[in-house]
C-alpha cells in the first residue's frame, strides 16, 4: 500500500510543477539601475554575423545602463501578427505592415506630432494617423532593378534601355550572346520578392497619388493603365523564355550568388538587395548598379520611387517606454542602420547610398508616394485583401502571369487581366458597402 | 486493521483520474476550446489582430460555397486520393511478403518505415532538391540514358501534382505497411499451417486467409487515404506553395488567413473541410458495416 500511496503523491507533486510552469514569473530587480528592454526584429542575418551584438555594444557606450536584448524571427510579420494578439511582443518592435492606422493606438506608443517629427525625418506618412507618428522608419527603399552591367555590356549594350521595348530586346540579346545567361530572373518561389514589380508604379508614372487612384478606379488593369505595363513586360519576359527555366524551384539565396557571378542580367527588387549582392562577390561589386524600370514619366523624365521600409515603433504595453525611445533615436539618429542595409537613412540631409548617389547624378528623380487621403488610410490594404489580388502583399497574381506567360496555364494575357479588373471593381463595392 | 485511509476501489479510481486529467486537458485546451473559437470565428470579420470584429451571421459560409475559386481546388485531392490506392497496394504487398518468412526482416521493415519517421518539412526538401532542374532525378535520368524523358517535374503543370503525389506516397507507405503487418500478424498461424498442409499456395493463403483477416484494417486504411487526400497540406506547402496548379484546399485556407488577412473566412473554410471529412468518415463506417452485416 505504502507503494501506491508514494506513487499517488509522485504524480501529484508532477501535476503541481506542471501547473505551476504554466504560471507567469515575475522579475523582482526593479531596483537595479539598469533596464532590459527587448527589440525584437526581421535582421536574423545580423542576429547570426554578430552585427547586432556590435551595434549594441555602440549604443551602450552612450547608454550604459539599458541593456538591450535582440530577438530575431525568420518568418516576422507572420509570427509578430500572432502574438500583437497578447502584450508580449517586445518594447521596441518592427511595426508590421497589416495593423491598419486605426488601430495604432491600440498596439503601439505614440512618438510625436507628425508636424514636428517632420522636420526631421522623411517617409513618416506611412504610418501616421490623424497627425501623429506612430512609427519612424528605420530606412527608406528605392524600389527598381538590381542590374549586373557587365551581362550587359557582354552582350554590348552599354546603357540601361529606358523604355519597354528596348529592355525586352536587350534581354533577347543577351540571351543569343550567351545562353547560360538568365537574362531576368523572377524569384517566382520565394513567395514574396515578386511583390516587387507592383512597387514599381510610382516611378513609372512619376505620379505620387498613384496608389490613391487605385481606390476608385474600378478597372486599374486596362491596357494604357501603370499595372496593365508592368504585368505585360512581366508576361513577355516569361512568354519569351527570358526568365529562368525553372521558375517553381527558383531558390533565393543562390540567385544572389549567381547575379554576383555574372549569371544573371536583372532582377526587380529594392535598392537593399544592393549591398547583399555585392557581397557575395566582392571583386564583382562595381558590376551591381541599381537602375530605374525602363520606363519615362509622361513628361518624359525618369523617377524612382521611395517608401519607408519597417518602421521602429514602442509597444504600448512596455514598462521601459523612456528607454525604448532612446534606442529608436540612437538607431534613427546616429546609427549607420540605414545605409549598412542599402536604404535612404530616414533623417533629413543624410548621406545618400552609392547605389542610389550615381542614379541621381544621371538625372532620376526620387519621388514619395503621397498619404492616402484622411480617413482612408486603410481603405487600400480593405480593397486589396478583399480582391484576393494581394497587389504589393502576395506573389499569387504574378506568378499565375508568369504561368500564362511560359505556357504552363492556358489563360490569355487578355483574360488574367479582365479577371484583375473584375475583382479589383467587386472589392472596391464590397468594402464600399461595409 | 486497516492499511491504508482509502480502500482499494477508491485509489483506483483516483489513479485513474489522475492519470487520465492530463491528457484530456490537453485535449480541451488544444483541440476543443480552438475548435469553439474557430466556429466563433467563422462568424465574424475579423482579421486575425484587430482589436475589434464584427458578426456577419453565415456571409462567410455563403461565400465559402458560391465562389468557385474556393472549391475548384479539391480537383488537386484528385491526384492525392488516386496516390492511396498505389499507396495502399505497395504497402500491403511489402506487409505481405514480410509477413511470410524473409531475410533479414527487420531490417527492410526498418528500411520500409523509415519515411515516415521524417519530418514533413526535411521530405518536402529532399524532394525539392530530387525534382528540381538538373537534380538528382535528371542526373540519373541522364546516367542511365534516359535523357529525353526529362521533365520539369514540378515547373510542368501536366505532372507536377503526379510528382507531388509520389512523394506522398514515399512518406506514408511505411505507416501503412505498418498497420498492415500488425493485422497480419495478429492471423492465427496455425491457419496458414492447416492451408500449407490442404495445399493451398500462396496466392491462395493471401487471397482467402489475409484479405479477409485484415478487411477491417483495409477499410480503415481508404479512410484516413480519403480524409488525408482531401487535407493535404505540408508537401505541396513546403515544395510549391501551391503556385502552378498545385494549390489544395488548406493552403488556400491558410492564404486566406494570413495573406489576405480573412480570418472569419479561413475558420468557415476550416470547418467546412471538417465537415466533409466527418461525412466522409461516417458514409465508409456505414458502408462497411452493411457489409460486415452481410
Known amino acids: ?92 518592435f518592427m511595426l508590421p505592415d497589416t495593423v491598419k492606422p486605426q488601430n495604432y493606438a491600440h498596439f503601439v506608443e505614440p512618438l510625436g506630432k507628425q508636424k514636428d517629427l517632420e522636420k526631421k525625418y522623411i517617409g513618416l506618412t506611412n504610418k501616421s494617423y490623424n497627425g501623429t507618428s506612430y512609427g519612424i522608419p528605420s530606412q527608406l527603399n528605392a524600389s527598381g532593378m538590381v542590374v549586373n552591367m557587365k551581362v550587359f555590356k557582354d552582350a554590348g549594350i552599354s546603357k540601361f534601355p529606358t523604355n519597354t521595348e528596348d529592355f525586352i530586346a536587350a534581354l533577347k540579346k543577351i540571351k543569343e550572346k550567351n545562353p547560360e545567361v538568365t537574362p531576368l530572373y523572377t524569384n517566382y518561389a520565394a513567395g514574396w520578392t515578386m511583390a516587387n514589380w507592383d512597387f514599381m508604379r510610382p516611378g513609372i508614372t512619376g505620379d505620387p497619388q498613384v496608389t490613391n487612384k ?28 527570358l526568365i529562368e ?7 533565393w539565396e543562390q540567385s544572389k550568388v549567381d547575379m554576383a557571378n555574372n549569371k544573371i542580367g536583372v532582377m526587380v527588387l529594392g535598392s537593399w538587395a544592393v549591398p547583399q549582392i555585392q557581397e557575395a562577390n566582392k571583386d564583382n561589386a562595381k558590376n551591381i548598379t541599381f537602375q530605374t524600370f525602363p520606363a519615362k514619366a509622361k513628361d518624359g523624365k525618369q523617377y524612382i520611387s521611395v517608401g519607408a521600409d519597417y518602421n521602429y515603433a514602442i509597444n504600448v504595453h512596455s514598462k521601459h517606454k523612456k528607454a525604448a525611445r532612446k534606442l529608436i533615436d540612437w538607431l534613427v539618429n546616429d546609427s549607420d542602420y540605414a545605409i549598412d542595409n542599402g536604404g535612404l537613412p530616414t533623417k533629413k540631409g543624410a548621406e545618400y547610398p552609392e547605389a542610389l548617389k550615381s542614379m541621381q547624378k544621371s538625372g532620376v528623380k526620387l519621388i514619395e508616394p503621397a498619404a492616402a487621403p484622411k ?59 461595409n | 486493521m486497516k492499511e491504508s485511509r482509502f480502500d482499494y476501489r477508491k485509489q483506483k479510481k483516483l489513479i485513474v483520474v489522475l492519470f487520465t486529467i492530463i491528457p484530456i486537458a490537453l485535449l480541451l485546451v488544444f483541440s476543443y476550446y480552438p475548435l469553439l473559437k474557430m466556429i466563433q470565428y467563422s462568424l465574424t470579420d475579423w482579421d486575425g489582430f484587430s482589436p475589434s470584429s464584427h458578426f456577419v451571421g453565415l456571409q462567410n459560409y455563403k461565400t465559402v460555397f458560391t465562389n468557385p475559386t474556393y472549391f475548384s481546388v479539391f480537383r488537386t485531392s484528385l491526384y492525392y486520393f488516386i496516390a492511396t490506392f498505389f499507396q495502399l497496394g505497395l504497402a500491403l504487398l511489402f506487409a505481405t511478403l514480410l509477413s511470410f518468412k524473409v531475410k533479414f526482416a527487420n531490417f527492410w521493415k526498418g528500411i520500409l518505415f523509415f519515411p515516415y519517421l521524417l519530418n514533413g518539412v526535411a521530405i518536402g526538401f529532399i524532394f525539392l532538391y530530387f525534382y528540381k532542374q538538373n537534380g538528382t532525378l535528371d542526373t540519373v535520368m541522364n546516367f542511365i540514358g534516359l535523357k529525353g524523358q526529362i521533365h520539369l517535374w514540378l515547373g510542368d503543370r501536366s505532372i507536377n501534382n503526379i510528382s507531388l503525389a509520389f512523394t506522398s506516397i514515399w512518406r506514408y507507405t511505411g505507416f501503412n505497411f505498418l498497420i498492415f503487418l500488425g493485422a497480419i500478424q495478429s492471423i492465427n498461424p496455425e491457419v496458414y499451417e492447416a492451408a500449407e498442409m490442404d495445399g493451398a499456395n500462396r496466392w491462395a493463403q493471401f487471397k482467402y486467409i489475409i484479405i479477409p483477416g485484415i478487411k477491417e484494417i483495409l477499410f480503415l486504411n481508404i479512410i484516413l487515404g480519403v480524409s488525408g487526400s482531401l487535407s493535404v497540406f505540408d508537401i505541396p506547402y513546403i515544395m510549391t506553395s501551391g503556385s502552378n496548379g498545385t494549390n489544395t484546399f488548406v493552403i488556400q485556407t491558410i492564404d486566406t488567413a494570413f495573406k489576405y488577412n480573412k480570418l472569419g473566412l479561413a475558420s468557415a473554410m476550416a470547418i467546412v473541410l471538417l465537415a466533409i471529412v466527418v461525412v466522409v468518415t461516417v458514409i465508409q463506417r456505414l458502408a462497411t458495416r452493411e457489409r460486415g452485416a452481410k
Not at chain 1, 503541481?16 to 528592454?37: F, N, R, V, Y
Not at chain 1, 527555366?245 to 531558390?251: A, G, Q
Not at chain 1, 492556358?410 to 479589383?424: Q, Y
Request: charged share 30%.
Open chain 1, 214 to 241: 487605385l481606390l476608385t478606379n474600378k478597372a486599374p488593369f486596362s491596357k494604357g493603365e501603370v499595372m496593365y505595363t508592368i504585368y505585360d513586360t512581366l508576361y513577355k519576359v516569361a512568354n519569351d523564355k
Open chain 1, 1 to 92: 500500500m505504502k507503494k501506491r500511496l508514494v506513487l499517488l503523491a509522485g504524480v501529484s507533486a508532477a501535476l503541481m510543477l506542471l501547473l505551476t510552469a504554466c504560471g507567469s514569473k515575475k522579475s523582482a530587480d526593479k531596483a537595479d539601475k539598469t533596464e532590459t528592454i527587448t527589440f525584437i526584429n526581421h535582421k536574423t542575418d545580423w542576429q547570426s554575423n554578430g552585427k547586432w551584438k556590435a551595434y549594441m555594444k555602440e549604443f551602450n557606450k552612450k547608454n550604459p545602463n539599458i541593456k538591450v536584448k535582440i530577438e530575431t524571427i525568420t518568418d516576422y510579420a507572420g509570427q509578430m501578427k500572432t502574438r500583437m494578439n497578447s502584450n508580449q511582443y517586445g518594447d521596441v
Open chain 1, 375 to 433: 480617413g482612408k488610410e486603410s481603405l487600400f490594404a480593405e480593397i486589396d485583401d478583399a480582391s484576393e489580388i494581394g497587389l504589393d502583399t502576395t506573389d499569387k497574381t504574378k506568378q499565375r502571369i508568369v504561368d500564362a506567360g511560359i505556357g504552363n496555364s492556358k489563360e490569355s494575357f487578355a483574360d488574367i487581366m479582365k479577371d484583375l479588373n473584375t475583382k479589383w471593381g467587386d472589392a472596391i463595392k464590397s468594402v464600399g458597402n
Open chain 1, 245 to 251: 527555366s525553372d521558375p517553381t524551384t527558383s531558390d
